[in-house]
């Protein structure tokens, strides 16, 4: 892996990319942040080396660097699921990629459905906390001593200083900013009526199919982190309704504003 790394970081230090401040993750239909990026390179995922190719229709997949508020940033316009059939450690790749680049802070988007019935579709959810119940985890195997500790801790798996950003972020602007427990799942199908209520039996608030190997790896190798959910469907099994993908994008897109407000903001606030 190591070598792989310094390979693909070699590579985008040649096409321009240097010491980037800021890493964000964007999640399904919510591309919309890239509009706030001055940007300096945009480079398609299959002509990075070791990178995986995102096989997503809504997921562009491009790397995009610029300046947003200016801050150096580093954009995944498309990530990586468990579900088209890549293992952990090439879905969390990017990740270490960032941070060896020299990015201090990661910022997460994810489109997901809101087990939390108080919670209602095209609304934002700050997650606090994950429940992880993919089979397959990215840091098994050897441990590269370097990248971090054989045993991570996970207590504060979300930035304190970040999400406390977010929350005063959401009350300046009127956001309404829900917080809950993220579950993540391997997908591709949405969940069946017993599995939502297993889920919130289990303590979620809201599913999806991301964002949790990607923080999981941020915290092995000390990068701090945040990620917000935008909650596309409203999973109650006593009333669930077929949900297809062009309902969710139709969703995500009512919130994505909101979303690129308080991320901007944020990255302008960053020190």
């Known amino acids: 892996m190591q070598q792989k790394l310094q390979e693909t970081i070699n590579y985008l230090k040649n096409e321009g990319i240097e010491d980037p401040q800021v890493g ?50 580093l954009v995944m316009q498309g990530r990586f699921h468990y579900y088209e059939g890549y293992n952990m450690k090439e879905i969390t790749f990017p990740i270490r990629v960032m941070k060896l680049l020299g990015v201090e802070n990661l910022l997460i988007s994810n489109a997901a459905g809101a087990i939390n019935l108080a919670y209602k579709k095209s609304s934002l959810m700050l997650i606090t906390d994950h429940i992880n119940l993919y089979p397959e985890h990215p840091l098994t195997g050897k441990n590269i001593a370097e990248f971090g ?28 900013l829900h917080e809950g427990i993220y579950v993540p799942v391997t997908g591709p199908n949405l969940e069946t009526k017993a599995e939502y209520r297993m889920i919130r039996k289990l303590g979620g608030d809201a599913v999806g199919m991301s964002t949790v190997p990607e923080v999981i790896v941020a915290r092995h190798m000390g990068l701090p982190c945040c990620a917000i959910s935008v909650l596309t469907d409203e999973c109650d099994p006593e009333h669930l309704e077929p949900v297809d993908i062009a309902d969710i994008l139709a969703a995500a ?19």
Do not use: C, W
């Open 149 to 176: 500790p054989r045993f991570p801790d996970m207590s504060e798996a979300y930035s304190t200083k970040l999400n406390n950003m977010l929350r005063e972020i959401a009350r300046e602007k009127n956001i309404e």
């Open 24 to 73: 964000i993750v964007l999640g399904t239909g919510l591309g919309g942040l890239v509009s706030e990026i001055e940007i300096i390179r945009e480079i398609n995922y299959d002509k990075i080396p070791h990178f995986p190719v995102s096989t997503v229709e809504s997921h562009h997949g491009k790397l995009i660097y610029g300046n947003i508020r200016g801050k150096k940033v």
């Open 253 to 271: 897109a009512v919130a994505e504003p909101q979303l690129t407000m308080v991320y901007t903001e944020l990255i302008g606030r960053l020190s």
